[in-house]
């Protein structure tokens, strides 16, 4: 049962410059299985841990970014409530999606970052699946980095708190974590969560719109991370940060690129959440602490370079 109606993370389409590079990065690299294409422009992919249909979308486009970012919910009520609010109360555009491969109607609202937020709660199975029957920890061994599954991602955009706003009040999810501005009147960044993660999404306030600071894929452990950060090693990918731990989620981290600059992250470990948890708070002039924390410091590409 979720706890707000949101259960997580679900669905990603990515804009990527190259098909053939991008499929060595996410499926050789990262670990994840190709489940099919759609028409000649994208390709659908998942993680070995996950259930549903498939989790990632590549669209060969002429610039990197972000197209969607969507999470499953627990029934139709749910998207239909947020839907409705969205659009008669916050004057948010609402659209519908049919047709995507392995899912039902995904529901979309624009929010005032810049970006399409979807919501959908009917999702095939995925023909490769974990184990259900006498289980054993995975079918086919895990290969890449075994990322498990989808975790989250940081958004960038104007309009922060609105959106925020939008999130708690309208999607139910809740604040674990911010960062306050300087002057104490407002977040530079936030942290929500719809179940018991530390966070599904958090949104940075920055003047551009749409833009994506990091996708983030799960690992389970230091070790493992240690193991991608070997692999990124061998392979010569760009490494932006880590490995390293956060103050912010308390998570284990590297930060690294994909070959069209789309900012990827592995992350594991991390508190577990609950709504009657107090607020986390942290200063501006913590930052350094929050995101980095045995350094401190932040370098400049972290800051500079979206998509």
Same mark, same amino acid.
């Given at each position: 049962?979720?706890l707000?109606?949101?259960l ?11 098909f053939?590079?991008?499929?060595v ?39 990197? !970014? ?19 609010k969205?659009?008669?109360?916050y004057g ?51 290969h !890449? ?33 911010y960062?306050?501005? =300087?002057? !104490? ?7 929500? +969560? !719809? ?7 958090a949104?940075? +306030? ?10 983030s ?7 493992e ?17 880590? =490995?390293?731990?956060?103050?912010i ?15 990827n992250?592995?992350y ?9 948890? =107090? ?13 980095f ?10 800051l500079?370079?979206?998509?």
């Amino acid at each position: 049962m979720a706890l707000t109606g949101i259960l997580r993370t679900g669905l990603v389409q990515l804009r990527v410059l190259d098909f053939e590079e991008s499929l060595v990065h996410y499926r050789d690299r990262l670990g994840l299985s190709v489940v099919g294409k759609i028409g000649e422009d994208r390709i659908m992919l998942k993680s070995f841990d996950e259930f549903d249909h498939h989790s990632l979308v590549l669209r060969r486009a002429d610039s990197p !970014g972000l197209d969607f970012f969507c999470f499953k919910s627990l029934d139709k009520q749910t998207i239909d409530n947020i839907a409705k609010k969205s659009k008669e109360e916050y004057g948010y555009p609402v659209d519908v999606m049919t047709g995507h491969p392995g899912f039902g109607e995904i529901t979309f609202v624009t929010v005032p970052t810049g970006h399409k937020i979807g919501f959908y709660w009917e999702v095939e199975l995925a023909a490769v699946h974990p184990m259900l029957v006498n289980p054993h920890p995975w079918d086919k061994e895990p290969h !890449g980095m075994g990322v498990a599954c989808l975790d989250h991602a940081l958004l960038c955009g104007p309009n922060q708190g609105e959106t925020v706003r939008w999130f708690t009040d309208c999607v139910g999810m809740s604040i674990t974590e911010y960062i306050s501005t =300087p002057e !104490g009147d407002g977040h530079i960044c936030t942290w929500l +969560s !719809g179940n018991t993660r530390g966070h599904d999404v958090a949104i940075l +306030s920055y003047p551009e719109p749409g833009k994506i600071h990091h996708l983030s894929f799960q690992l389970q452990s230091w070790d493992e991370i240690g193991r991608a950060a070997d692999i990124m090693g061998r392979y010569n990918i760009s490494v932006d940060a880590g =490995p390293m731990r956060h103050g912010i989620t308390r998570g284990q981290t590297i930060y690294f690129f994909d070959p069209s600059g789309n900012r990827n992250e592995t992350y594991a470990g991390g508190y577990e959440y609950f709504p009657d948890h =107090p607020t986390r708070q942290w200063s501006a002039d913590h930052v350094g602490e929050g995101i980095f924390y045995y350094s401190k410091e932040l370098n400049e590409r972290f800051l500079s370079v979206l998509t």
